[in-house]
Nanobody, 129 residues
């Protein structure tokens, strides 16, 4: 379940970025893929999820601005971030949870970092005002 991230960087407020997360080993055809972010001194927070049945979840802070998607052919998950705000500045992590139960609960948005056994290496997103 190794996850390799790319993307991110620095933009001005109102700009856009796209994050990618390649799944090197899919442990199950049932899964929940997620994006978390963690600002300095703060807890790692759930931003968005997508299940293997394409049900999606977005936190209130990003709803309408971020879009999660998946490309099965390339085993890649994306997070398209638009209308970025300085408060979006954080390290962003993709994470994976496997199995039918995890897939079913995926859209609920109640997961914490402990629910996801596999993580990407993280990528920095910095938004300046």
């Amino acid at each position: 379940g190794r996850l390799v991230q790319s993307g991110g960087g620095s933009v001005q407020a109102g700009g856009s970025l796209r994050l990618s997360c390649v799944i090197s080993e899919r442990k199950s055809r049932y899964y929940c893929m997620s994006w978390f972010h963690q600002a300095p001194g703060k807890e790692r927070e759930l931003v968005s999820t997508i299940s293997s049945r394409d049900f999606e979840y977005y936190s209130d802070s990003v709803k309408g601005r971020f879009t999660i998607s998946r490309d099965n052919a390339n085993d890649t998950i994306y997070l398209e971030m638009k209308k970025l705000k300085p408060e979006d500045t954080a390290m962003y992590y993709c994470a994976a949870a496997w199995g039918l139960d995890r897939m079913v609960e995926c859209p609920a948005g109640r997961q914490t970092r402990g629910d996801f056994p596999d993580w990407g290496q993280g990528t920095q997103v910095t938004v300046s005002s």
